[in-house]
Protein backbone atom coordinates (compact mmCIF):
# COMPACT_ATOMS: atom_id res chain seq x y z
CA UNK A 1 0.00 0.00 0.00
CA UNK A 2 2.91 2.43 0.55
CA UNK A 3 3.69 4.64 -2.62
CA UNK A 4 6.27 7.58 -2.77
CA UNK A 5 6.00 9.71 -5.59
CA UNK A 6 8.63 11.62 -6.98
CA UNK A 7 8.42 14.94 -8.98
CA UNK A 8 10.01 17.96 -10.24
CA UNK A 9 12.96 16.89 -12.23
CA UNK A 10 14.29 17.65 -15.39
CA UNK A 11 16.91 19.48 -17.83
CA UNK A 12 18.68 22.62 -16.98
CA UNK A 13 21.80 24.30 -17.09
CA UNK A 14 24.91 24.53 -14.59
CA UNK A 15 24.29 27.05 -12.15
CA UNK A 16 20.38 26.57 -12.29
CA UNK A 17 18.06 25.24 -9.47
CA UNK A 18 15.56 22.57 -9.34
CA UNK A 19 13.55 21.42 -6.36
CA UNK A 20 12.36 18.07 -5.90
CA UNK A 21 8.99 16.89 -4.23
CA UNK A 22 8.14 13.64 -3.03
CA UNK A 23 4.47 12.64 -1.48
CA UNK A 24 4.69 9.70 0.50
CA UNK A 25 1.26 7.93 1.36
CA UNK A 26 0.40 3.92 3.51
CA UNK A 27 3.98 4.07 4.99
CA UNK A 28 4.32 2.14 8.10
CA UNK A 29 3.56 4.34 11.57
CA UNK A 30 7.55 4.30 12.16
CA UNK A 31 8.96 5.36 9.57
CA UNK A 32 10.78 8.51 11.20
CA UNK A 33 13.30 8.69 8.36
CA UNK A 34 13.15 10.14 4.89
CA UNK A 35 15.57 10.90 2.21
CA UNK A 36 16.78 11.72 -1.05
CA UNK A 37 19.29 9.15 -3.26
CA UNK A 38 20.40 9.04 -6.61
CA UNK A 39 22.35 6.75 -9.20
CA UNK A 40 23.99 7.60 -12.53
CA UNK A 41 24.09 4.39 -15.05
CA UNK A 42 27.59 2.45 -14.40
CA UNK A 43 27.45 4.11 -10.30
CA UNK A 44 26.70 3.09 -7.41
CA UNK A 45 23.37 4.54 -5.59
CA UNK A 46 25.01 7.52 -3.85
CA UNK A 47 23.11 8.99 -0.98
CA UNK A 48 22.14 12.40 -0.69
CA UNK A 49 20.34 14.09 2.18
CA UNK A 50 17.71 12.54 4.65
CA UNK A 51 15.40 14.33 7.39
CA UNK A 52 14.02 12.96 10.55
CA UNK A 53 10.48 14.06 10.03
CA UNK A 54 9.40 14.45 14.00
CA UNK A 55 12.84 16.34 14.94
CA UNK A 56 13.72 18.49 11.45
CA UNK A 57 17.43 17.15 11.98
CA UNK A 58 18.82 17.18 8.64
CA UNK A 59 21.48 15.31 6.76
CA UNK A 60 23.90 15.33 3.68
CA UNK A 61 26.29 13.56 1.52
CA UNK A 62 29.33 15.23 0.97
CA UNK A 63 28.98 16.18 -2.71
CA UNK A 64 26.24 18.39 -2.24
CA UNK A 65 26.33 20.20 1.21
CA UNK A 66 26.35 23.88 1.00
CA UNK A 67 23.84 23.91 -2.66
CA UNK A 68 20.90 21.23 -1.64
CA UNK A 69 18.31 21.67 1.28
CA UNK A 70 16.07 18.53 2.46
CA UNK A 71 12.97 19.75 4.48
CA UNK A 72 9.45 18.20 4.72
CA UNK A 73 5.59 19.26 5.70
CA UNK A 74 4.46 16.43 7.76
CA UNK A 75 0.75 17.77 7.43
CA UNK A 76 1.09 16.65 3.30
CA UNK A 77 3.29 13.71 4.02
CA UNK A 78 6.07 15.38 1.64
CA UNK A 79 9.80 16.30 1.78
CA UNK A 80 11.26 18.50 -1.00
CA UNK A 81 14.84 18.64 -2.02
CA UNK A 82 15.98 21.97 -2.86
CA UNK A 83 19.02 22.04 -5.16
CA UNK A 84 21.06 25.17 -6.42
CA UNK A 85 23.86 25.76 -8.06
CA UNK A 86 23.76 22.27 -10.05
CA UNK A 87 26.34 20.68 -11.31
CA UNK A 88 26.53 18.27 -14.15
CA UNK A 89 27.37 15.72 -11.71
CA UNK A 90 24.49 15.72 -10.10
CA UNK A 91 23.14 14.21 -13.29
CA UNK A 92 20.94 11.19 -12.63
CA UNK A 93 18.07 9.74 -10.89
CA UNK A 94 16.71 11.36 -7.71
CA UNK A 95 14.61 8.56 -6.03
CA UNK A 96 12.99 9.15 -2.53
CA UNK A 97 12.76 6.70 0.16
CA UNK A 98 11.66 6.51 3.44
CA UNK A 99 11.82 3.71 6.44
CA UNK A 100 12.81 3.55 10.36
CA UNK A 101 15.27 4.99 12.41
CA UNK A 102 17.92 2.64 14.42
CA UNK A 103 20.80 5.12 15.12
CA UNK A 104 22.16 7.83 12.33
CA UNK A 105 23.77 5.67 10.85
CA UNK A 106 21.23 2.71 10.41
CA UNK A 107 18.10 4.08 8.60
CA UNK A 108 15.99 1.22 7.16
CA UNK A 109 15.09 2.26 3.68
CA UNK A 110 11.85 0.31 3.20
CA UNK A 111 10.31 2.47 0.88
CA UNK A 112 11.03 3.78 -2.39
CA UNK A 113 9.91 6.04 -4.88
CA UNK A 114 10.20 5.70 -9.17
CA UNK A 115 12.80 8.06 -9.25
CA UNK A 116 13.14 11.54 -11.26
CA UNK A 117 15.57 12.23 -13.77
CA UNK A 118 17.73 15.36 -13.21
CA UNK A 119 19.91 16.17 -16.09
CA UNK A 120 22.36 18.85 -15.64
CA UNK A 121 24.14 20.32 -18.72
CA UNK A 122 27.96 21.61 -18.77
Known amino acids: QALLVESGGGLVQAGDSLRLSCVATGVASNSAAMGWFRQSPGKEREFVAG????????YYGDSVKGRFTISGDNAKSTVYLQMNDLKSNDTGIYYCAAGPIASIYAVSWDYWGQGTQVTVSP
Open 51 to 58: LRKSLGNT
